[in-house]
């Protein structure tokens, strides 16, 4: 396949459902944000920021872009086992960061597990760095 078989596009409220789905098969761990609200409260917020690549009508990769004003933050990059190796996720990022330098985004912070060793080659191969003095911390609003 080649890119012209590949559209992206920016998901809907009717896609959510679909992408939890694909996300259970084809993305690394899980949030307490992956159910149909969760999405749901990000696309009402910011309906551009979930970008979906489908070949033949086919949901084949995600990428949320999300941007606060501040900080530009991809999160979610994740490609279908059986599309992965044919660009499908550069296209998903090259799609975000058009997205963020539209918004006047002036640098991209990526959430990238630190075991998935396959999404580091993918992100340094789009010149992201990792870096090493910072450390995510998390506190859930929720039980």
Same mark, same amino acid.
């Given at each position: /396949?080649?890119?012209?078989?590949?559209?992206? $596009?920016?998901?809907?409220?009717? @896609?959510?459902?679909?992408?939890?789905?694909?996300? $259970?098969?084809?993305?690394?761990?899980?949030?307490?944000? @992956? @159910?149909? @609200?969760?999405?749901?409260?990000?696309?009402?917020?910011?309906?551009?920021?979930?970008?979906?690549?489908?070949?033949? %009508?086919?949901?084949? #990769?995600?990428?949320?872009? #999300?941007?606060? %004003? =501040? *900080?530009?933050?991809?999160?979610?990059?994740?490609?279908?086992?059986?599309?992965?190796?044919? %660009?499908?996720?550069?296209?998903?990022?090259?799609?975000?960061?058009?997205?963020?330098?539209?918004? #006047?985004? $002036?640098?991209?912070?990526? /959430?990238?597990?630190?075991?998935?060793?396959?999404?580091?080659?993918? =992100?340094?191969? *789009?010149?992201?760095?990792?870096?090493?003095? =910072?450390?995510? =911390?998390?506190?859930?609003?929720?039980?």
């Amino acid at each position: /396949m080649n890119d012209l078989d590949l559209r992206i $596009r920016h998901a809907t409220l009717s @896609d959510i459902d679909t992408v939890l789905r694909f996300w $259970r098969d084809a993305a690394e761990g899980t949030s307490i944000s @992956d @159910d149909h @609200d969760g999405v749901a409260r990000l696309l009402t917020r910011d309906p551009e920021a979930l970008l979906l690549a489908e070949r033949d %009508g086919v949901l084949a #990769g995600t990428v949320i872009a #999300g941007f606060d %004003g =501040w *900080r530009c933050s991809a999160y979610r990059l994740a490609v279908h086992p059986g599309h992965r190796r044919q %660009g499908i996720a550069t296209a998903l990022l090259e799609a975000a960061e058009q997205r963020f330098a539209a918004l #006047g985004g $002036r640098r991209v912070d990526a /959430m990238v597990l630190e075991a998935n060793e396959q999404a580091h080659h993918t =992100w340094a191969a *789009r010149a992201y760095h990792r870096e090493d003095h =910072w450390r995510r =911390w998390v506190k859930p609003l929720t039980d």
